[in-house]
Every structure is written in C-alpha cells, then in structure tokens.
C-alpha cells in the first residue's frame, strides 16, 4: 500500500487576517454541539437518506487516539457524514475501544476492514514537526484514513474561533475519506477536496457549503459502487 502524505495544506497567514464571520461563529461550541442533537443527529450512524443511496454505505471504523471528545467527534462525524451524504453517499461510524472487549474479542473493530469499511484514526498531532503547521491528515490507500485533531483546533485558535473546531475537523475527515475514494492526485481548485484552505474555505465550512464537487461525487459513488461489489458474501 502507498501512503500519501501532506495532503491539505493551510495558508496561516491568511487565517490571521480578522475578517467578520458569519452569524454561526457568535455561538458558543456548546450550542453548536446542542444543536447538532436538536437536528436529529444520530449515534453512532450518521443516516442521511433524504440525500444519500441508502445502499451505497461504506462504514467507518474510527480510533480516536486524541484529545477529542465524544461530543466534538460525535460533531464532527456528523458533519463529516452530511458532505458525504451531500455527493450521495451514506456513512455509519463505528466507535472502536482503544482496549478490546474480553466479551468480544473479535468485534468489527479486531477484523481487517471489509472492501465497504474505512478505517479512521484521529491522531493528536503531526509527529514530523516540519508538518506541524501545514498537515491536517494523510491516507494510505485502500482503507486507511488519518487526520490531526490538534490542526483543525489549532486553525480554529487562529480564527479566534475554538468552537469552530468539530465542524473543521468533519470538513477535514470528509477531505481524507474523498482521497480514499477517488484516488491519487485529486485535489481539486474548488470545493472541499482543495490543497490549500484559506479565509474562503473556512467560512465555507462553518456556512455548509465546503462540498464536493459533481463530478467528484459521481467518481465516488462509482467507487462505492465497485467496493460494494467486492464485498465478500
């Protein structure tokens, strides 16, 4: 398998530029997390059938190796699941323990992860420090998935915004499970599937228009479509 690292870069500078935000950013993170739940959010499935093919699920298999909190990540795979759902894809997350369950030892977690299933780490931070500023996550290809809890807070701080953060980290989740979809070099120059997120990307995100572009939600569908086909009987 090939990894690829440094996959969405951050121009910080930018960010540091005070701009007025959009009406959501005078919320506090714990009404924004309240109102998660008030739209019916759902755990630990993220179920968008008004939107997406209930039969193109892929399952996410999520360890949460960070400071993150049930509640921000709850948040964050929720918004994670509505941009998947947006390009017509349906997401139900698995929480796994970090410690395996002597009642079940050979839960879905402890499996090598099916052709429909993806496998999410939540790290805490770039362990390279020449990527401390500029790496939101990586992906190794076909199933594994990565990203820096401590990033998307960090581009939060630096909007004065850290309630921002599980809305950031969905957007970013979303950007790393697109590269497992639709392959190598697939940046884009619009949507969220861009390398590099300035001032524009971000009140995109809080705003919920940060998406993936027609074109790309038809490839990922597709590719959906061939893993679904793979997936053993």
């Given at each position: 398998?090939?990894?690829?690292?440094?996959?969405?870069?951050?121009?910080?500078?930018?960010?540091?530029?005070?701009?007025?935000?959009?009406?959501?950013?005078?919320?506090?993170?714990?009404?924004?997390?309240?109102?998660?739940?008030?739209?019916?959010?759902k755990?630990?499935?993220?179920?968008?059938?008004?939107?997406?093919d209930?039969?193109?699920?892929?399952?996410?298999?999520?360890?949460?190796?960070?400071?993150?909190?049930?509640?921000?990540?709850?948040?964050?795979?929720?918004?994670?699941?509505?941009?998947?759902?947006e390009?017509?894809?349906?997401?139900?997350?698995?929480?796994?323990?970090?410690?395996?369950?002597?009642a079940?030892?050979?839960?879905?977690?402890?499996?090598?992860?099916?052709?429909?299933?993806?496998?999410?780490?939540?790290?805490?931070?770039?362990?390279?420090?020449?990527?401390?500023?500029?790496?939101?996550?990586?992906?190794?290809?076909?199933?594994?998935?990565?990203?820096?809890?401590?990033?998307?807070?960090?581009?939060?701080?630096?909007?004065?915004?850290?309630?921002?953060?599980?809305?950031?980290?969905?957007?970013?989740i979303?950007?790393?499970?697109?590269?497992?979809?639709?392959?190598?070099?697939?940046?884009?120059v619009?949507?969220?599937m861009?390398?590099?997120?300035?001032?524009?990307?971000?009140d995109?995100?809080?705003?919920?228009?940060?998406?993936?572009?027609?074109?790309?939600?038809?490839?990922?569908?597709?590719q959906?479509?061939?893993?679904?086909?793979?997936?053993?009987?």
């Open positions: 398998m090939k990894s690829r690292i440094g996959d969405l870069n951050l121009a910080t500078a930018e960010f540091r530029r005070r701009k007025p935000r959009p009406l959501l950013s005078w919320l506090s993170f714990g009404a924004v997390v309240g109102l998660v739940g008030i739209i019916g959010f755990f630990p499935e993220t179920a968008l059938a008004d939107v997406a209930p039969g193109l699920t892929i399952t996410v298999q999520v360890d949460n190796y960070s400071q993150a909190s049930p509640a921000v990540l709850a948040a964050a795979e929720h918004e994670a699941g509505r941009i998947l759902g390009a017509g894809l349906r997401a139900v997350w698995l929480e796994c323990s970090m410690v395996p369950s002597a079940e030892p050979q839960g879905p977690c402890q499996k090598a992860p099916e052709a429909t299933e993806i496998r999410l780490r939540i790290l805490p931070a770039p362990i390279q420090n020449k990527f401390q500023d500029t790496v939101f996550g990586f992906t190794v290809h076909p199933v594994l998935a990565s990203v820096y809890y401590a990033s998307a807070v960090r581009l939060a701080k630096s909007d004065d915004a850290e309630f921002e953060a599980p809305i950031i980290l969905g957007c970013v979303a950007h790393e499970i697109g590269h497992l979809l639709l392959g190598p070099n697939s940046h884009s619009a949507g969220i861009q390398r590099q997120w300035e001032r524009k990307q971000v995109q995100a809080m705003t919920g228009t940060l998406l993936f572009m027609p074109e790309q939600s038809k490839l990922m569908r597709a959906a479509q061939t893993r679904i086909g793979l997936q053993k009987p």
